[in-house]
């Protein structure tokens, strides 16, 4: 039987959703975007942030389930619109470069620069940095 904490957290999320401010809603983006505007330092968002939104507990997540999101700083949006790859975030981190770096490394444990730098996690973060300069 779920809890009451539950219970409120799953009526607050209809309501939200309902009123088209959800997480995933277009208002919640331009709200979110808003907020990044503001002259707020960093850490102070950070820390508003992790006090309200965020659980305080851990919770498990599996690989297959994670996406590739931010990169460098960027929050996933900021990246896609400045790498032209507006799917970016939507890529399944077991897809992703990074992961394909490290499967290339446990199948040749010597790798040699060449065979990094033809690497897709190299080529993705190159046309990143030629892009965005």
């Known amino acids: 039987m ?4 539950d219970q409120v957290r799953r009526k607050s999320r209809a309501v939200l959703r309902k009123s088209g401010l959800a997480p995933s809603g277009p208002v919640y983006g331009r709200l979110v975007d808003a907020g990044r505007s503001l002259p707020i330092p960093a850490a102070a968002r ?3 942030s992790t006090a309200v939104l965020r659980r305080p507990w851990k919770v498990p997540v599996r690989f297959d ?3 590739v999101g931010a990169q460098g700083g960027w929050t996933a949006r900021e990246f896609a619109d400045r790498t032209g790859d507006l799917l970016w975030p ?3 981190f077991l897809d992703g470069p990074h992961v394909g770096l490290l499967r290339l490394a446990d199948e040749r444990p010597e790798l040699t620069d060449a065979e990094i730098l033809s690497s897709a996690y190299c080529r993705r973060h190159r046309s990143s940095v030629i892009r965005c300069q």
């Open 2 to 5: 779920p809890t009451g904490i």
């Open 46 to 48: 950070v820390a508003v």
């Open 65 to 67: 389930q994670l996406l």
């Open 90 to 92: 939507s890529t399944p």
